[in-house]
């Protein structure tokens, strides 16, 4: 098993383009889970999803913000404008069960590390 | 969900067991304890888990109190590959539920 993949590792970019960051989440896994971590504000859930579908993005931070999963097998998270504001580390993981009811919870993908400049 | 309150940071020398605490004063009958941890550039891991008793595995030691209000991540052999922020959660396990972790303790294994 791969673990949940993540891509891509590091984004610079400048303010005012789109970002695009991609996830795709172990197999069989039914719930996937994006993250956004700074040093001011740690670890922020900003939405999951259940069977694809989106079930809670109250932690997107504004409207310039998407997420989609067109299929089980991939999500993006997708910032346009992006703002300096923006530059953190986004995590995606993943749930063998909605609610991380599963033994081990969540599984982490490796991050991407995004600078806005 | 409950509320954990964690030390901010500690050490521990590398051999010895590093004992991490969290409390959890709040917590209700039907919320579990749950560890992670998060080593540098990386995303968080999973450790343990518990609900009322003690539990173990290959990783760590889980000690829960009697009246659930706080418990004990222990790693019984730390090596300097433990330093890492550890984080505490408790959560009811249902849909709709999910992780939100907070700032956690910073361990680092000393030489």
């Given at each position: 098993?791969?673990?949940v993949?993540?891509s ?5 970019t400048e303010?005012?383009?789109e970002v695009?960051?991609?996830?795709k989440?172990i197999?069989?896994h039914?719930s ?7 040093m ?12 694809n ?15 989609k999963?067109?299929n089980?097998?991939?999500s993006t998270?997708?910032i346009?404008?992006?703002e ?5 580390v986004?995590?995606c993981?993943s ?7 599963g033994a081990?919870g ?7 590390r995004?600078?806005?400049? | ?12 020398a ?6 991490l605490?969290?409390?959890h ?19 968080p891991?999973y450790i343990i888990?518990?609900?009322k008793?003690?539990e173990?595995n290959e990783?760590a030691s889980l000690i ?12 019984p052999?730390?090596t ?7 984080y505490?959660i408790?959560?009811?396990?249902r849909?709709g ?5 907070g ?9």
């Open positions: 098993d791969a673990g993949i993540q891509p590792r590091h984004e610079v303010m005012g383009q695009t960051l991609r996830c989440p197999s069989g039914n996937l889970f994006w993250y956004r971590q700074t001011m504000r740690g670890l922020e859930l900003l939405i999951y999803f259940n069977n579908v989106p079930i809670d993005d109250s932690g997107m931070p504004e409207d310039r913000f998407s997420a999963m067109p089980a097998s991939f998270l997708k346009q404008p992006s300096p504001r923006d530059s953190a986004y995590f993981a749930s063998p069960q909605a609610g991380g009811q081990s969540y599984t982490f993908g490796s991050g991407t995004l600078t806005v400049v | 969900d409950a509320k954990t309150t964690q030390p901010p940071s500690m050490d521990c590398e051999g010895r067991a590093a004992n605490p969290c409390n004063s709040t917590i209700s009958g039907n919320e579990y304890v749950y560890w992670y941890r998060q080593i540098h550039s990386q995303g891991q888990h518990g609900l008793n003690n173990t990783m829960i109190t009697e009246d659930r209000k706080s418990s004990t991540l222990i790693l052999h730390a300097l590959r433990d330093t890492a922020v550890y505490c408790v959560r009811v396990v849909t539920n999910q992780f939100y972790f700032t956690g303790t910073s361990l680092t294994v000393i030489p």
